[in-house]
């Protein structure tokens, strides 16, 4: 059975059912709007766009995957902003002859991505499109704390990362050049594990400036460097390479450092710390009074992703 045969109305109710309870939405799909509650007296909120053969290719991943990628990528920034994910709303445009079993999955991805970050899908629409279209906004929960902005690192602080960095890029190079193994790779670029209570967690310890790794590591901290008005030094050394990218790298002629400095989808987090780093994160550079990024001391040049570069 595919969409046009459900119908709008149809699909709309077969999204519902399936997506389950709201989680701590006053009132979730089915009317006009969804009802939040935003006890801190402030919502945290980001949007994100999935087009289909740009962001995610249906050969490459299944819809589970597809709808896992989707919520990790925006609830990551909620949780680079301090903040604790709450809701999502999340609008699908697919073709008429879409299969419903493929939305299904698709579906479940969504409900269980968000369930892993302690939010639901609390509503959204459905519209007919040449090709999937995924339109998701995401919103948080501050609980009473300041969000950690981009331009709060200051001379003196420390650079740390927490989550995976260039397994998703090396997924991507794995997949374009035809094949479908390691498997931990390829699944890294099919579907994202943002550390998303290290956002709050953060937040607590300290955290003077924070933003997630969706475009690439220097391109990303380059943001911190630009808002915040100082320099950071990125460190080779402090970077943890791991075997398989070391392994995938020698196999692909590619050095695995370049993935790791300029690969995006893996939604790491980064932040500048004023004191101590909480347990889980890596020291991987400073802050320092100037302007821009450094690897080791030298510029590293062009990388990360640009959507119209």
């Keep these: 059975m ?13 999204l519902v059912a399936r997506l389950g309870p709201a989680g701590a939405a006053v009132l979730g799909p089915g009317d006009d709007a969804a009802v939040v509650p935003a006890p801190d007296g402030r919502v945290v909120a980001t949007t ?23 919520v990790a990528q925006n609830l990551a920034d909620i949780a680079a902003m301090g903040a604790v994910p709450t809701g999502l709303l999340v609008g699908l445009g697919c073709p008429a002859d879409t299969a419903l079993a493929w939305v299904d999955e698709l579906t479940d991805g969504l409900r269980d991505e968000a369930a892993e970050a302690g939010a639901a899908v609390v509503g959204g629409d459905v519209v007919r499109s040449a090709g999937v279209l995924l339109a998701v906004t ?35 190079a794995v997949l374009g050049r035809g094949f479908r193994s390691p498997g931990r790779v390829v699944a890294a670029h099919r579907r994202p594990e943002p550390p ?41 050394a402090g970077l943890e390479v791991p075997q398989v990218l070391v ?4 196999a692909l002629g590619v050095d695995p450092y370049d993935w790791l400095l300029t690969g995006g989808d893996d939604h790491a987090l980064v932040a500048t710390f004023g004191g101590g780093v909480p347990d889980g994160w890596l020291v991987i550079g400073g802050v320092s009074a100037g302007e821009g990024v450094t690897v080791d001391g030298q510029p590293y040049g062009a990388g990360g992703h640009d959507h119209f570069g």
Excluded: N
């Design 2 to 14: 595919t969409v046009d045969e459900a119908g709008e109305f149809g699909l709309v109710a077969r």
């Design 48 to 70: 994100d766009l999935l087009v289909e053969g740009g962001h995610f290719r249906r050969d490459w991943s299944s819809a589970y995957d597809i709808g896992r990628k989707a």
């Design 138 to 172: 995401a919103l948080g929960d501050l609980q009473g704390r300041a969000p950690v902005t981009r331009s709060g690192a200051r001379p003196g602080d420390v650079l740390a990362v927490c989550g995976r960095l260039g397994w998703a890029a090396a997924g991507l």
């Design 196 to 236: 998303y209570p290290q956002g709050p967690r953060a937040a607590m310890e300290g955290a003077t400036a924070m933003i997630d790794v969706s475009d690439g590591l220097v391109q990303d901290v380059g943001h911190l460097a630009a808002a915040s008005a100082v320099s950071i030094g990125l460190r080779r």
């Design 247 to 250: 392994d995938v790298g020698a």
